[in-house]
């Protein structure tokens, strides 16, 4: 039998407000329009990405970023009310041995930026 290759893609962020975004318990909802978010995902590269496990110290390596790309185009379908809209960061990461039997068994579904940001308020005129 083959080596499995795990590699997981997935949307890392979307691009602008999305109902699917939950308000923070301050009330606002953090996202960051294709602009800022294209930003982002061209810094993390240029830093060296790294990748965690649940956002927890000490899990580094668990993965290695193979691929990451802004989606340009129409709107694509994957099924199970999942889309990838233009603009949204995907990234692509071939994970670690432990990671990949999490993946497996359904403790890892997604994928979510660390970072820091300052918050801005839109005003509406």
């Given at each position: 039998?083959?080596?499995e290759q795990r590699f997981l893609l997935g949307i890392a962020y979307r691009a602008?407000?999305?109902?699917d975004i939950a308000r923070g318990v301050d009330g606002g909802?953090?996202?960051?329009?294709?602009?800022?978010?294209?930003?982002?995902?061209?810094?993390?590269?240029?830093s060296g990405p790294r990748v965690n496990a649940f956002h927890v110290d000490g899990t580094e390596g668990c993965a290695t970023v193979v691929e990451s790309s802004i989606h340009r185009g129409p709107d694509w379908d994957l099924?199970?009310?999942?889309?990838v809209k233009d603009g949204d960061w995907l990234v692509g990461c071939v994970l670690d041995e432990k990671a990949w039997q999490l993946y497996k068994a359904g403790k890892i579904n997604?994928?979510?930026?660390?970072?820091?940001a300052k918050r801005r308020r839109?005003?509406?005129?």
């Amino acid at each position: 039998m083959p080596e499995e290759q795990r590699f997981l893609l997935g949307i890392a962020y979307r691009a602008g407000a999305h109902p699917d975004i939950a308000r923070g318990v301050d009330g606002g909802r953090d996202y960051f329009t294709k602009a800022e978010l294209e930003k982002a995902a061209w810094s993390f590269l240029r830093s060296g990405p790294r990748v965690n496990a649940f956002h927890v110290d000490g899990t580094e390596g668990c993965a290695t970023v193979v691929e990451s790309s802004i989606h340009r185009g129409p709107d694509w379908d994957l099924g199970e009310g999942l889309v990838v809209k233009d603009g949204d960061w995907l990234v692509g990461c071939v994970l670690d041995e432990k990671a990949w039997q999490l993946y497996k068994a359904g403790k890892i579904n997604g994928l979510s930026p660390q970072g820091s940001a300052k918050r801005r308020r839109i005003v509406k005129e």
